[in-house]
């Protein structure tokens, strides 16, 4: 083994992370302390920087062997002797910022060879542009005409269809497949991504089913980030589109012409029927299945396993299947619970 990590690591003072963070550092004197680590709050070592949000962690971090830890105000003094205390009142975001700071290679995949410029076992069509700094990596396939800003990396057997625009500092993973897309910038497409493919559209008959030609688009704006082996189909007569700052997980599927607002999170195995609106700021745990041409409200909240089957009212809190508000949920299974807590006691008496 040639090394304990796959990440080389930046030390830094914790004077420097206090600035970036926001967080203030409760002992002055100890701004020249260097932090060459991170680590969870139970097992970090000596020399790394953890941190304390969630309240049934506290125990852990009375025994921590981190030597500077984030944490709210109320719990600094929880935090034991020799530790350093950075306080912040999103602790876990001031982590967050703290991680690129020490791993800055960690928060977006890296090219596998590591090589600049464009390979020279990669495939480049005609009428290409490419800015200054983009990395073209072997058995990438750049289609013809196509654009990509300055900064941004295609990876390992990457392809990206004709005419597709891709913006600045944007990441496409080893194995995707772009195609019938514009992408804005600082977005990151991560391997096995499916990108534009066409839709599920057909014209359903006796006499068999029509394929529907899909001759939109998708949009993907600026720091969007897609996860591995996730799908996007391009609009069937109007665009896909994603907004600013979504975040999707791994595996999940986007069908045409959906709308995605700004700053969505939508998590694993969930999945977006066609011509589904979200709304900004909505979130679609893991499992969740929405329906096509339904409308989910901003800030609304579908739960785990949920089939969202309606629209779903702005800043709405829903579960289950059929989805329904939340508390009618908690209730059902409550009654339910109580039912069935009867039966059994009614078969024990019967026996």
């Not at 260097?34 to 680590?39: K, Y």
């Not at 500077?68 to 009142?89: S, Y």
């Not at 750049?142 to 597709?164: E, T, Y």
């Not at 996860?227 to 609009?235: E, F, I, K, L």
Request: charged share 15%; proline share 5%.
């Amino acid at each position: 083994m040639t090394s304990p990590s796959f990440f080389a690591v930046t030390p830094r003072l914790l004077a420097e992370i206090a600035g970036a963070t926001g967080a203030r550092l409760l002992d002055p004197d100890a701004g020249d302390f260097v932090i060459s680590a991170a680590g969870p709050i139970e097992s970090a070592r000596a020399g790394s920087i953890s941190f304390i949000d969630n309240p049934k962690y506290l125990a852990q971090a009375a025994h921590t062997g981190a030597s500077a830890v984030f944490c709210h105000g109320r719990n600094a003094e929880r935090i034991p002797a020799g530790v350093h205390v950075l306080v912040h009142e999103q602790p876990y975001q001031a982590y967050a910022t703290a991680l690129s700071m020490l791993y800055p290679t960690a928060a977006r995949p890296q090219p596998p060879t590591g090589e600049a410029g464009v390979s020279p076992r990669a495939h480049v069509g005609r009428e290409v542009s490419l800015e200054d700094g983009v990395v073209v990596e072997a058995g990438a396939v750049i289609g013809h005409g196509v654009a990509i800003g300055r900064g941004s990396q295609v990876h390992a057997n990457a392809v990206i269809g004709a005419n597709v625009q891709i913006g600045r500092h944007t990441t496409i993973g080893a194995g995707a497949s772009v195609s019938h897309a514009f992408i804005g910038d600082n977005v990151i497409i991560h391997p096995g991504v499916r990108i534009g493919q066409d839709g599920f559209g057909f014209a359903m008959g006796p006499g068999g089913h029509r394929k529907i030609a899909q001759i939109g688009r998708v949009i993907i704006q600026d720091h969007v980030e897609i996860g591995a082996n996730s799908t996007v189909d391009r609009g069937s007569n109007r665009d896909t589109v994603i907004g600013e700052g979504s975040k999707i997980d791994n595996l999940v599927q986007i069908g045409h012409n959906v709308v995605i607002g700004r700053h969505c999170v939508i998590v694993g195995l969930a999945g977006v029927a066609g011509s589904a609106t979200l709304g900004d700021y909505v979130v679609v745990a893991g499992q969740a299945g929405v329906v096509g041409h339904i409308k989910i409200g901003d800030g609304a909240q579908i739960g785990g396993g949920a089939g969202v089957h309606h629209n779903v009212a702005p800043g709405e809190k829903v579960i289950g299947y059929p989805a329904m508000p939340i508390r009618d949920w908690a209730k059902l299974n409550l009654i339910l619970k109580s039912m069935l807590t009867r039966s059994r006691k009614g078969g024990k008496g019967e026996a």
